[in-house]
């Protein structure tokens, strides 16, 4: 990924004009933005398509452009579907995405709403996707583009959950997170499917921090929003929100 980032620049230098990396998670992105820093001569700009996008592409260009004055590179779609009773999730829209043949680096964040979803994908795909998707999972979709103010953002649901733990073990502080036993919570992050902050951890003792993000597949995160202080019996005090 880094590797790709650097060959961007180095057309950026070369042929004196902007590109677009693919769309990367928030520690992808923040390596190619701390990358470029060490790189004179180019201007960046992360953009996602809305505030609080997870997914962003990153726009390298040469230092004498203003970045906030060049294409975004997303395209965003209404996918409209005729469900009675089911509604397709996340998974589904992903996958009917991705059986087009589509890598997950040309799509960013995809919005489930009670019409269906609404999506930011990488503009060099959008034609293909409205010329292609007619299925999301088992149910007809109608793909139609739409500017990027039609987008719907839904509100995400935050619940916080005051509790202690042992230790700030990533097996423990997951686990009280998530309401599961530390000891399945261990299984999900020797299987890999635990992030933290993005990035695949395998290690139950791996350390955690306020300020943490942790995530499971198919669970959602939750965040380490605050640690409080120990009790006389040494349990830490914490505070977790958990985003639905």
Not at 40 to 49: C, E, Q, T, Y
Not at 142 to 164: F, Y
Not at 200 to 217: H, L
Request: proline share 3%; net charge positive.
């Amino acid at each position: 990924m880094l590797a790709r980032a650097a060959d961007i620049a180095g057309a950026v230098l070369r042929n004196h004009q902007s590109y677009f990396t693919d769309f990367y998670d928030p520690y992808h992105t923040g390596l190619v933005i701390s990358a470029l820093k060490f790189v004179s001569g180019l201007n960046h700009r992360a953009d996602g398509g809305y505030a609080g996008a997870e997914r962003k592409r990153v726009l390298i260009c040469p230092d004498y452009i203003n970045p906030e004055d060049e294409d975004s590179g997303l395209s965003f779609l209404s996918f409209t579907v005729s469900f009675q009773g089911s509604r397709p999730g996340h998974r589904d829209f992903l996958g009917s995405l991705a059986g087009l043949g589509l890598k997950r680096e040309k799509l960013g964040d995809i919005l489930v709403n009670d019409e269906g979803a609404h999506g930011i994908v990488a503009s060099e795909v959008v034609t293909y996707i409205k010329s292609n998707l007619i299925k999301v999972g088992r149910w007809e979709v109608t793909v139609r583009e739409i500017p990027a103010h039609s987008l719907k953002v839904p509100q995400e649901k935050v619940k916080t959950v005051n509790t202690t733990v042992s230790s700030l073990r990533l097996d423990s502080v997951s686990a009280a997170g998530f309401g599961v036993s530390r000891s399945k919570m261990a299984e999900y992050i020797t299987s890999e499917r635990v992030n933290l902050n993005w990035q695949v951890k395998n290690s139950p003792s791996q350390p955690v921090r306020q300020g943490d993000i942790i995530s499971i597949k198919g669970r959602g995160r939750v965040e380490l929003a605050e640690v409080k202080g120990a009790s006389r019996g040494g349990r830490i005090f914490i505070a977790m929100r958990r985003f639905y």
